[in-house]
């Protein structure tokens, strides 16, 4: 970096280029708009190695197919936007880098929620499962005046399930979500275990209620996907298990 | 088509600003909250370090030597009776959070822990103090949890992936909803209300290096600016010091409040010439100009000499695992690099806007030098200026800001209306928003939002950045001119009703423009330099002339008038600001 003045000379000179590599990005389409359908599309730009995936489909939106569709914000992995299918693996877009993937890459949207515009899928039915399991503290034994006690280990209890951005990433990438309508799915249970094991929240035996009818944990295989495609690093299936647990013996 | 809605106040805005004013008025009146993202995806959720109060459960403290620091760490551009009033009330607001659930770190004994944290100080300078109050570094995404829960506690309505394109007002100047785009149709909607409440984030995209998400592009301040109300000290932009190289993703304060250092080239940790009393924990304006003058002294290093280097490899491996595991993992992930074992390149990033929507301390927009309230309109969170940040934030402020200025908007704006009947708005109030985008969609050829984009930024970065000069802002007040034309001229691809994003980042880089015209329009008229705003040509802060917030206007005729209004003093006198 140099002065505001210096920069006024320079300015018009080129900025040090950076050593590309190209990258062909396979893309599935989907506009009912357009066609009733979905069809393939793909480009090969040339992208700095480090490059995000994200910013990759965001150079190819930005000047060769504004068309192209992809919810994204954050862009460092901590909004849960932009979890797409990449080279048939649930990740985010913004935590995969140019040269992870290069020279190739194929994106399609999640699966198992209805696919609105090529990577936009209806998050709706994600989101209902997600109310469905009481997520907020509830607590009736009358408020502390200043905060709650919780000792470092009670808080260590639950930590993991913390940190959930909700991208559901997990849940569509599990096969009986996928065959089953009613699954409330690994994301809903993963915000149960939150509460239901914060030794502040005295609701655990509603949450574990709910999540012993059909459509809760019980239709879990423990097939693993979940945690692999979770970009948080959550163990969702030690999650599961332990709620399946807590509900079988009710220790909790 | 259009569908008209109504309720009695309206938040635009699902961040830890707008979540919290609708907690406070759901229970209250008829409230709907609006938000371009699922409210989970706000920026609020990226914020890493902590969130402060004077709470002293690690050492002793006090709510009066926060609102010191509060204010000298502003650079004496902080209205004092508010940071009196936002550091007395923080106390209480972070043990609500608590008792809402928030995840917080505890002590030993199961309370409230605190960390270190750049500018926060016991007995007005003597020492750094423990006053951060956090959850690893995710404290933002925690808060914004938290909030979002307690919102589905109490069945909010929200309408999400809406975009607010315009304020209505009547001819008196009294708010009448606003006009929303449904992203998932392309449909416009009139929402009705008697209140508004904006809490639409910050406008960091506007720069190449930014800490901020995509999309944080100043929608709220340039919408109301469109409709005659003033920004306040738009020239006060923070760059915070250590964000990722070249990718400008930040590393948390945190990190230097856990132990970490910053390094030159050469290994040293210069920031000990800088601020002999709190080195790497002086304020973020300060680090900067220090990194800044590193580099141009030529002791920067990476390709192009422009990087310094954040050094948390002597810290304890559990504490960094413990309390700052994201921002090990940022580094791993996007750079490469092993924080660890070796230092990580940084350099400064476009991060907070302390400028924005005047407001007075219970949120409502305020107009002028004598601060004429525009009835049911409000603002809060990093959009609006309060001003409890003045020309330069604290770190751990704005989480902060957002939760005891939410909940007063909040509560105000359910008092009102109560009293207020709600006004009629025009014959065809999405006129205007129809030919906007109509506009867009009609062109077929002409230029490309991308390229006009990628200019802002890289020269905004270029010229209006850490340092900035006569001649600089002069120059990019003559690029964006050109933009501007350009921006008249732009079409774009997508012709399409559904989820046409392309439409609506278009609309959005032409907030970005407003706010970078207001920006540029306050920092060269302000030949002074005053916290994060920082002349080369003007080195010293000028106290006799321009302890003021600016106030830039823009014209019908599209020109930027600027008045002033004064700074309300307090307890505090200025001082030279050293640390
Ligand atoms: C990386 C990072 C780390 C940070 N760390 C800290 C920290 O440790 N401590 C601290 O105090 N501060 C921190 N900050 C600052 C702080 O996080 C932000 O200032 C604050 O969260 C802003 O909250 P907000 O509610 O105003 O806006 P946001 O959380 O950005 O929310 C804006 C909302 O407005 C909506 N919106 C915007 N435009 C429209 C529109 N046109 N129509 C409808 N909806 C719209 C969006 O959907 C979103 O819901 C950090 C900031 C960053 C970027
Ligand atoms: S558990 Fe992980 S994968 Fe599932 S929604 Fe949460 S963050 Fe995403
Ligand atoms: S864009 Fe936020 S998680 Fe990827």
Redesign the pocket.
């Known amino acids: 970096m140099v002065t505001a003045a210096d920069v006024l000379d320079a300015s018009d000179q080129a900025r040090p280029t950076i050593d590309t590599i190209p990258l062909t990005v396979r893309v599935r389409r989907f506009n009912p708009e357009v066609s009733e359908d979905s069809w393939w599309d793909e480009w090969t730009v040339r992208c700095d190695p480090l490059e995000r995936l994200v910013e990759v489909l965001h150079q190819i939106k930005w000047h060769h197919d504004g068309t192209l569709s992809f919810r994204r914000s954050c862009a460092h992995g901590v909004c849960?936007s932009d979890a797409m299918l990449i080279n048939g693996r649930n990740q985010l877009a913004c935590k995969v880098l140019a040269q992870d993937v290069a020279p190739r890459v194929t994106i399609e949207p999640i699966r198992g929620l209805s696919v609105l515009k090529d990577l936009i899928v209806d998050m709706e039915p994600f989101m209902d499962g997600y109310r469905s399991i009481l997520p907020y503290l509830i607590n009736d034994s009358g408020e502390p005046e200043k905060e709650r006690r919780q000792s470092p280990e009670d808080r260590h209890r639950y930590d993991d399930t913390t940190?959930?951005?909700?991208?559901?990433?997990?849940?569509t990438s599990c096969p009986v979500f996928w065959g089953d309508e009613g699954y409330v799915g690994?994301?809903a249970i993963?915000n149960a275990h939150r509460f239901i094991f914060d030794s502040r929240d005295e609701a655990g035996r509603e949450r574990m209620k709910i999540l012993s009818e059909k459509t809760g944990v019980f239709r879990c295989r423990t097939t693993f996907n979940?945690t692999d495609?979770?970009?948080?690093g959550?163990e969702?299936t030690k999650a599961i298990q332990e709620v399946k647990r807590a509900i079988l013996f009710e220790r909790f | 088509m259009t569908t008209t809605h109504t309720y009695d106040a309206l938040v635009v805005g699902g961040g830890g600003g707008g979540l919290r004013a609708a907690i406070e008025l759901s229970e209250r009146c008829r409230t709907a909250v609006l938000s371009k993202l699922y409210p989970t995806r706000s920026h609020t959720g990226a914020a890493q370090g902590g969130v402060c109060a004077a709470l002293g459960n690690v050492e002793e403290d006090s709510p009066e030597w926060h609102a010191f620091d509060t204010v000298k760490g502003g650079d004496y551009l902080v209205d004092q009776p508010a940071a009196l009033l936002m550091t007395e009330e923080a106390v209480e607001a972070i043990y609500q959070l608590e008792r809402w659930g928030l995840p917080f770190n505890r002590t030993p004994d199961g309370r409230i822990d605190q960390r270190r944290f750049g500018g926060h100080t016991r007995n007005h300078g003597e020492a750094p103090v423990k006053r951060a109050c956090y959850a690893a570094d995710r404290t933002g995404h925690m808060i914004l949890q938290t909030l979002y829960q307690q919102c589905v506690k109490r069945d909010v309505r929200f309408f999400n992936e809406f975009y607010c394109l315009d304020l209505l007002r009547d001819d008196a100047g009294v708010t009448v909803g606003i006009i929303a785009f449904e992203l998932a149709t392309g449909e416009l909607h009139v929402f009705r209300a008697k209140a508004v409440v904006f809490a639409t984030g910050g406008y960091g995209r506007m720069f190449r290096v930014t800490s901020n998400a995509h999309a944080l592009t100043g929608d709220g301040p340039a919408l109301v600016w469109r409709r005659g109300i003033p920004l306040e000290d738009m020239e006060m932009f923070q760059f915070h010091p250590t964000g990722l190289a070249r990718l400008g993703v930040l590393l948390s304060e945190a990190a230097r409040g856990e132990g970490g250092i910053v390094l030159n080239r050469e290994g040293e940790r210069f920031m000990e010439r800088y601020a002999p009393t709190i080195k790497d924990l002086a304020p973020r304006d300060m680090v900067s100009r220090a990194i800044y003058q590193e580099i141009k002294e030529g002791r920067g290093g990476g390709p192009d000499g422009d990087w310094v280097y954040l050094d948390i490899s002597h810290l304890d491996p559990t504490v960094i695992e413990e309390k700052l595991p994201d921002i090990t993992e940022f580094a791993r992930i996007y750079l490469k690099v092993e924080p660890l074992e070796e230092p990580v390149p940084i350099q400064p990033t476009a991060h907070y806007a302390m400028g924005g929507i005047p407001t007075d301390t219970d949120g409502r927009v305020v107009v002028g030098a004598d601060e004429d309230v525009v009835p049911g309109l409000y603002a809060v969170g990093e959009c609006a200026c309060v001003s409890v940040h003045g020309a330069n934030r604290l770190g751990t402020n704005s989480l902060l800001d957002l939760v005891v200025f939410g909940r007063r908007a909040g509560d105000d704006a359910a008092s009102f209306v109560h009293d207020t009947d709600l006004a009629t708005p025009s014959e065809h109030p999405e006129q205007p928003t129809l030919e906007l985008l109509d506009g867009i969609l009609g062109r077929t050829t002409g230029d490309n939002a991308g390229e006009i984009r990628e200019e802002l930024q890289d020269n905004m970065f270029d010229l209006a950045f850490v340092v900035r000069s006569d001649e600089s802002l002069a120059k990019m007040q003559q690029i964006l001119m050109s933009l501007r034309e350009r921006y008249e001229r732009v079409a774009i691809t997508d012709k399409g009703a559904r989820y046409n994003t392309d439409l609506m980042e278009t609309v959005e880089l032409g907030y970005l423009l407003d706010c970078a015209d207001a920006l540029v329009a306050g920092a060269l008229v302000r030949t002074e330099s005053r916290g994060a705003h920082f002349r080369e040509d003007h080195p010293l802060r000028d106290d006799a002339n321009w302890l003021k917030h600016t106030l830039a206007y823009r014209e019908r005729d599209g020109s930027i008038r600027i008045e002033y209004k004064p700074v309300k003093m307090g307890p505090y006198v200025p001082m030279e600001r050293k640390y």
Not at chain 1, 163 to 171: F, R
Not at chain 1, 229 to 232: D, F, I, K, N, S
């Open positions: 849960g940190k959930c951005i909700l991208c559901a990433a997990c849940t690994p994301a993963v979940c495609a979770c970009p948080r959550i969702v």
